[in-house]
C-alpha cells in the first residue's frame, strides 16, 4: 500500500494534500487560486477538476468502482497502451494503465499559485498484471490544473523494437442533459461508427453539430478542438489536444447504460465522452527510444 504520510512530507504543501480517497487509494486533493482537483494515484485518475466560480466539470458515476484491478467510471480514465478491446479476449478493455497503481514524480506550482502541475509515472514493474506487458516503457501523466486544465500523457518506447500504440484521454464531461447538449467543431470531418453490435462503418461525414439522441460512438479523424454547448448548465466548454489524431464521441444511451454494472441506468443524461485519442486506422508506430505525447486541454468559457 502507498504510504501516505510519506508523499504528504515530500510534496505536500498549502495548496497539495494526499489523502485516503475512495477504494482507499491514495488521493491528491488540489486547491489552488484557480481551481480544485483530486486525482487518484491509482489508475493516475483525476475525478474532479473544478474551476474557482464553476460547476464541476467532469462527471462520475454515482455506481463506479473503486477497486484496484478495476477501471474507475468517469473523470479521466488513460487509455494505454490500446484503445478499446484488447487484441485478445483475455485483454482488459482500454489497456492496462488505468488499473496499475503509479507513482507521484512531482509536484509544483507556478503563476503566483494558480496553476498546480502534478506528474505521475509508470513502469513495467508497477503493472498489476506483468503478463500484459509486452515491451519496456516509461509513461508519465502530467496534470495541469488552474483556469484550465491540461492532461498529458507521455510514452517512451524503451525497447529494442518499435511498437505500435493506441490511446486516449477518455474524458467523460458533466453535462444538465445530454439531449439538449451541442458539440461543434467537427462539421464535415469523417468518422467511424462503432455503436455496440452494429457494424463498423467507415466514410461517414459529420453533418453540422453533433446532438446526442441515440446511443452515439465515434471515431473522429481530426486534430481539431471542439465546443460543447450546454444550454442546461448555461456555458460551453472548449476541447483542444495535441498528439492525437482522432476525437472519439460517447453516449451509451439506455440500453447500454443498463448493461454497465458501474453505470446508473439514467446516468446518460448527465455525461458526455469527448476523449482526445489515437485510435483505430490513427494507431502510431513507436520507435525505439522515441517519445510520444498526447494531451487534451479544457477550458470554461
Ligand atoms: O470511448 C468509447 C468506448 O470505446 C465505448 O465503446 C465504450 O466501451 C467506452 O469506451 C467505455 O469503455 P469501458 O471499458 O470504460 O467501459
Redesign the pocket.
Known amino acids: 500500500m502507498i504510504d501516505r504520510e510519506t508523499l504528504e512530507r515530500k510534496f505536500g504543501s498549502d495548496s497539495v494534500k494526499f489523502t485516503r480517497g475512495p477504494g482507499g487509494f491514495v488521493c491528491i486533493e488540489v486547491a489552488n487560486a484557480a481551481a480544485t482537483a483530486k486525482i487518484s494515484t491509482y489508475a493516475a485518475h483525476l475525478f474532479d477538476y473544478t474551476p474557482a466560480g464553476e460547476r464541476p466539470v467532469l462527471w462520475m458515476s454515482g455506481s463506479s468502482w473503486f477497486e484496484a484491478g478495476k477501471?474507475m467510471?468517469g473523470g479521466v480514465?488513460i487509455c494505454w497502451p490500446w484503445?478499446?478491446p484488447g487484441a485478445r479476449e483475455e485483454l482488459p478493455?482500454?489497456g492496462f494503465a488505468r488499473l496499475s497503481q503509479w507513482e507521484v514524480r512531482a509536484v509544483e506550482s507556478f503563476e503566483n499559485g494558480t496553476v498546480t502541475r502534478v506528474v505521475l509515472g509508470l513502469t513495467p514493474e508497477q503493472v498489476a498484471k506483468p503478463e500484459l506487458v509486452a515491451f519496456a516503457f516509461d509513461l508519465e501523466c502530467e496534470f495541469w490544473i488552474g483556469r484550465s486544465l491540461t492532461v498529458a500523457l507521455t510514452m517512451k518506447n524503451c525497447s529494442d523494437a518499435p511498437v505500435v500504440v493506441t490511446d486516449?484521454l477518455?474524458t467523460y464531461f458533466a453535462v444538465k442533459e445530454a439531449e439538449a447538449v451541442r458539440v461543434r467543431g467537427l462539421d464535415q470531418v469523417g468518422y467511424e461508427d462503432?455503436v455496440?453490435g452494429a457494424p463498423v462503418v467507415l466514410g461517414h461525414v459529420q453533418q453540422g453539430d453533433i446532438r446526442i439522441d441515440r446511443e452515439v460512438?465515434r471515431i473522429y479523424h481530426s486534430t481539431g478542438a471542439v465546443e460543447i454547448y450546454d444550454p442546461g448548465f448555461n456555458r460551453t466548454i472548449r476541447v483542444e489536444k495535441s498528439g492525437s489524431a482522432a476525437t472519439?464521441v460517447?453516449n451509451?444511451w439506455i440500453r447500454k447504460s443498463h448493461a454497465?454494472p458501474d453505470f446508473g441506468d439514467e446516468e446518460y443524461h448527465s455525461m458526455l465522452?469527448i476523449?482526445a485519442a489515437n485510435a483505430s486506422v490513427d494507431a502510431r508506430t513507436v520507435f525505439p527510444g522515441e517519445k510520444r505525447r498526447i494531451s487534451q486541454t479544457v477550458t470554461v468559457l
Do not use: N, Q, S
Open positions: 477501471p467510471r480514465p484503445f478499446g478493455a482500454h486516449a477518455h462503432r455496440v460512438d472519439v460517447w451509451p454497465m465522452c476523449e
